[in-house]
């Protein structure tokens, strides 16, 4: 039997749930975190700092850099103590991505992108790793025919080909396909456009899964695909809306990457004046908001309406062992804007439960491994042809050629630019490319003994990931004989 009171409570009960069920989810609670460097300010003033990348050093990661943009006036480097390192004042140049070993010439570079507003143009540079420099690299003007607002890149894990997708005010995006110029230098060819909605600036593209992540201001986050024919079928990740965790404007992106297919997609909520974190794995389950408050022990103002973010995973020496997280700051009281620099592992130990901290797991091919691997075509040569050290940058690289069975004469070791299989002399099949660039010509005499070749490679760093293909033949009058291949990727 149910007692008048209980009877009235229950009356409560009925007209009370259907209300809570409607309202919208509290949101998580927010946690602070605090800035440990901020970089010089701009050379603009009002709202001009943007957008930041970071360029791993590939040996000495405390040489690394952070990229800004001046949306007023063009593109800076600093240190990771914050100092103005370079200035190039090539337009307006409103957001910055990077991505390594683009092949340009012989060599495998780090290319940095910008989406320039004036002349809506793609800004192309390389970073030359010795002196830290940004070179431009572009082959001519790059027209991207539609007024581009932001951008990133992507490098595709089914064609390892490089791509840049413009965003823009109007919801247009395009996607560029990049590639080494006829004449040299770096030139693009559009290969899609859809239309994402409103206005678009942020984006970040993942290059394991093939998302690519779109900030639509006033709406929320969509995941769409990142290859060329992926279409425009689409994914809301978060909105700004009921039950989102996103406040107007949805600015930056980036993602922190771990192994396996771990890590994060963050976001700047610009209205809230926070970051948001999502797992990185679909369906980028929501986990955490953080902002950015001031450091007063070291003088360094709290972190507002952050337009372009960055993180790494990857250890930048001691001043960020477990990573770095980089944000724009509205605000810089007495001076031009700028960025600020957190310490990843402050934000990991902040969250409930904490987040992942990995920090030597290399996403995106920053680093540089020496590797050298014995290659046989179709197995018709015999394999004589050994590796006796590794092609590491200042060094000698040695192999051996072993001759026996051929009468005495010249041996030869042969090296060039790319690999090659399947076109045979009557003595063996050829395994390198002698149309590519001829990078190593060694002779030597025999006696159908094993006889050393040693090559010296040059200390520049600008060599890194260098690859060269290398073959011996050995000569005499009973006959000729072709080795086996061995391909070297010069690094540390």
């Known amino acids: 039997m149910i007692h008048a009171a209980n009877r009235g409570a229950l009356r409560f009960l009925a007209l009370i749930l259907p209300l809570l069920a409607a309202a ?18 701009v050379p603009t003033g009002g709202d001009a700092a943007d957008d930041s990348a970071i360029w791993i050093h590939p040996l000495f990661p405390s040489l690394s850099l952070v990229i800004g943009t001046d949306k007023d ?26 991505r390594y070993g683009f092949p340009l010439g012989l060599l495998k570079v780090a290319l940095v992108t910008s989406g320039e507003r004036n002349n809506d143009r793609l800004a192309v540079y390389a970073v030359e790793p010795t002196t830290r420099i940004l070179l431009d690299v572009a082959a001519g003007p790059i027209p991207v025919g539609f007024d581009v607002y932001g951008c990133c890149m992507y490098k595709s894990p089914v064609t390892k080909e490089f791509y840049f997708f413009g965003t823009s005010e109007g919801g247009t995006i395009k996607q560029f396909r990049l590639f080494e110029a006829p ?4 030139g693009a060819q559009e290969v899609r456009s859809f239309d994402a909605g409103g206005t678009i600036e942020g984006c970040v593209a993942d290059d394991e899964t093939g ?88 003088g360094i103002d709290g972190v507002t309406e952050t337009d372009g973010i960055d993180v790494t995973n990857l250890a930048l020496g001691n001043a960020f062992p477990d990573g770095v997280f980089i944000a724009q700051d509205d605000s810089n009281p007495g001076f031009n804007q700028n ?45 004589i042809l050994a590796n006796l050290a590794p092609p590491i940058l200042g060094s000698t690289w040695s192999s051996s050629l072993n001759c026996a069975g051929v009468s005495p004469g010249p041996a030869y070791l042969l090296g060039f630019n790319f690999p090659s299989s399947g076109f045979f002399y ?44 290398v073959q011996g033949a050995c000569f005499g009058a009973s006959g000729a004989t072709l080795s086996n291949a061995i391909d070297l990727v010069i690094g540390f």
């Open 426 to 469: 009557p003595f063996g099949e050829v395994l390198v490319d002698l149309s590519s660039t001829n990078l190593v010509f060694l002779a030597t005499s025999h006696a159908g003994n094993v006889v050393p070749f040693n090559v010296a490679i040059p200390p520049q760093l600008l060599l890194c990931g260098l690859e060269i293909s």
């Open 183 to 186: 004449g040299g230098g770096v």
């Open 73 to 98: 006036s063009g593109l800076l480097t600093f240190d990771l103590s914050g100092n103005q390192l370079q200035y190039l004042p090539d337009g307006s140049l409103n957001n910055v991505d990077i």
């Open 339 to 383: 960025f600020k620099l957190v310490d990843w592992q402050d934000i990991a130990s902040g969250a409930s439960p904490p987040l992942a901290v990995d920090n030597d797991y290399d996403a995106y091919g920053t680093g540089c491994p020496a590797s050298a691997t014995v290659r046989n075509g179709s197995g018709a040569n015999p394999v």
């Open 211 to 298: 998302f690519l992540f779109l900030s639509e201001e006033n709406v929320g986050i969509h995941r769409y695909g990142a290859e060329p024919g992926a279409g425009t079928a689409s994914f809301l990740v978060d909105t700004t809306g009921p039950g989102g965790n996103l406040t107007a404007d949805v600015e930056g992106l980036a993602i922190y990457y771990t192994a396996g297919g771990g890590g994060y997609l963050i976001a700047s909520s610009q209205g809230s004046d926070t970051y948001v974190v999502y797992q990185r794995a679909a369906p980028h389950a929501f986990i955490a908001t953080f902002q950015i408050g001031a450091n007063a022990a070291l």
């Open 24 to 41: 919208p989810a509290a949101r998580a609670q927010t946690f602070t975190v605090s800035p440990v460097i901020e970089t010089g300010p």
